[in-house]
């Protein structure tokens, strides 16, 4: 990646006109269809996982995203004979697995599935969260892992989950030419457990490094339509990219990125210019308590940032 390459990198905008346009061409079906849910904590009981079920299967959502544990014994009953896939995230929240137990967590879940489901191939997915640390000092152990997964996986979709807020920008388009080369199928911003979740920029960056043909997911925060139109501007701003099988928002709150797309709908324009202050959405004002280089990459940037002045002056 030419040095050129991260100085073209600006903060993403919204253009009032094509939001609206984009806006106007989704309705609550559409924009549900693009969804995964998602419960990841660690007191959720069979009643939560049911009942997410039962909003994936009357929203028709593309998938239903949990812990391992659920394949045991609830998540293929509860999806069988719908149509929604069932997604378990792998080695989740750190990553720390070494390359053969993560391909052994695959593989036990995929064989599971199956068994409980007796579906076949194409009902699962799974989001695997890469080794941060291993990448900065040996991209080619994160290439490794990626495969061996997408290998276990026998067949069905991988995402591949990056933590791009503990990587510089320099970092993430490696991180992303790195999954290009891989055999996985969408790459991911975070595992919604890190220091900040999905941000337009990050999501800009994916698909501008990843291209048309392979899949981007934004997670982490994203709980109305506001916001997850937003990112799907910022990802899959041309129309052969807006379809789930290439662009996708993990959430929690469902109900409120649809229940808040009515209000949209209703009034776009309105909406639209009440606008937000860039700070918000940008990756670098969340750096200050991450590691040194990473709090440098900020200010650096801060200082050089057309916005810069809500910073100053406390705006927000």
Not at 85 to 103: H, N, S, T
Not at 213 to 239: E, H, P, Q
Not at 241 to 254: A, V
Not at 307 to 316: G, M, P, Q, S, W
Request: net charge positive; with cysteine.
């Amino acid at each position: 990646m030419a040095a050129t390459t991260i100085k073209k990198t600006p903060l993403v905008t919204f253009p009032i006109d094509e939001m609206k346009i984009l806006i106007d061409s989704f309705t609550t079906a559409r924009l549900a269809s693009f969804l995964d849910i998602t419960d990841l904590k660690a007191d959720t009981q069979e009643a939560g996982i049911l009942k997410m079920a039962d909003w994936a299967k009357s929203l028709k959502c593309a998938s239903v995203c949990v812990n391992p544990v659920e394949v045991i014994d609830i998540l293929p009953k509860a999806l069988k004979g719908s149509g929604i896939r069932e997604c378990y995230v792998i080695d989740f929240p750190l990553g720390k697995l070494d390359i053969e137990m993560k391909a052994l967590q695959t593989e036990h879940v995929v064989a599971k599935s199956r068994q409980l489901r007796g579906e076949g191939k194409g009902n699962i997915e799974f989001d695997m969260v890469v080794n941060v640390g291993r990448f900065k000092k040996n991209p080619q152990y994160t290439l490794g892992e990626i495969n061996a997964v997408c290998d276990a996986a026998d067949g069905e979709k991988v995402k591949v989950i990056i933590r791009s807020s503990e990587l510089t920008v320099k970092e993430l388009y490696r991180m992303c030419e790195l999954f290009v080369g891989s055999k996985a199928s969408f790459i991911k911003n975070s595992t919604g457990m890190d220091a900040y979740g999905a941000l337009p920029e990050h999501i800009r960056i994916m698909r501008e490094v990843v291209g048309d043909n392979r899949g981007v997911k934004a997670a982490g925060g994203v709980s109305d339509a506001m916001t997850a139109m937003r990112l799907i501007y910022a990802g899959a701003k041309k129309k052969e990219l807006q379809n789930p099988g290439l662009f996708r928002i993990g959430t929690s709150s469902p109900l409120n990125i649809i229940s808040t797309f009515g209000w949209l709908a209703h009034a776009p324009e309105e909406w639209l210019k009440t606008g937000i202050i860039p700070c918000k959405i940008c990756p670098f004002l969340y750096n200050a308590k991450q590691r040194a280089e990473l709090k440098e990459e900020a200010n650096s940037r801060c200082r050089k940032c057309m916005h810069n002045h809500y910073l100053k002056n406390k705006d927000f």
